[in-house]
């Protein structure tokens, strides 16, 4: 299973073959330092540990500068740890240097991001709510989410809103899977990937890129 970190370059559009437009996002993704290793005999569960962009050492505490010394490397800003399964056959060791051409076999790529922030918002906003009538008689509460305490009250646990009731509040700045975007092109002399459609985050925003487990032609429609 071929994974890597990069950060979200922006968005273009490139043509195929047929002469369509395609959205695509461009990906720096990696050069990755392998910083750690993790096995069943050590840790219990089989992972490695990937670190992504160099930063000063000044702006990494000691014992961040010494974890990367251990793998011959400078302090990354952006590490992660990628599991493995139990049966994988791939070999790694720390130190090593992964980039963009594990993914030379792979057509599809599921992407891990942070979505954009949207501050404090309200339920129209935030949950497409419709909203209080717009006709005469309503005050100005014509984007209050109207009563709460038909629904919301959890009884018998007490007098609270129970957790999950949709009401206002901060919006955006969430962790997002985007599944099955399909592999345009690798730009190997770059380290850049190129996927069809939109990806979570702003530009400039770090990413977890994997191959896919599923493919999406085997989705139920």
Sequence with gaps: M????????GITQVYDESGS??????????????????????????????????????????PAIGHAKKAGAVPKRFVREMRLSADSKEEFKTGDSLSVSVFAEEKLVDITGTSKGKGFAGV????????????????RKHRSPGSQAGYGTDRGHGGNIKKGKRMSGHMGFVRITSKNHQLVNIDKDNNLLIVKGSIPGPA??????????????TEKK
């Design 2 to 9: 071929a994974m890597l970190l990069g950060k979200k370059v």
């Design 21 to 62: 437009m395609v959205p695509v996002t461009v990906i720096q993704a990696g050069p990755c330092v392998v910083m750690q290793v993790k096995t069943p005999e050590t840790d219990g569960y089989n992972a490695i540990q990937l670190g992504f962009e160099d930063v000063k050492p000044s702006r990494r505490l000691n």
């Design 124 to 139: 129209m906003k935030r949950y497409h709510f419709g909203g209080m009538p717009a006709s005469h008689g309503t005050e």
């Design 204 to 217: 400039d925003g770090y990413c977890i890129i994997r191959s896919s487990k599923k493919d999406a032609s």
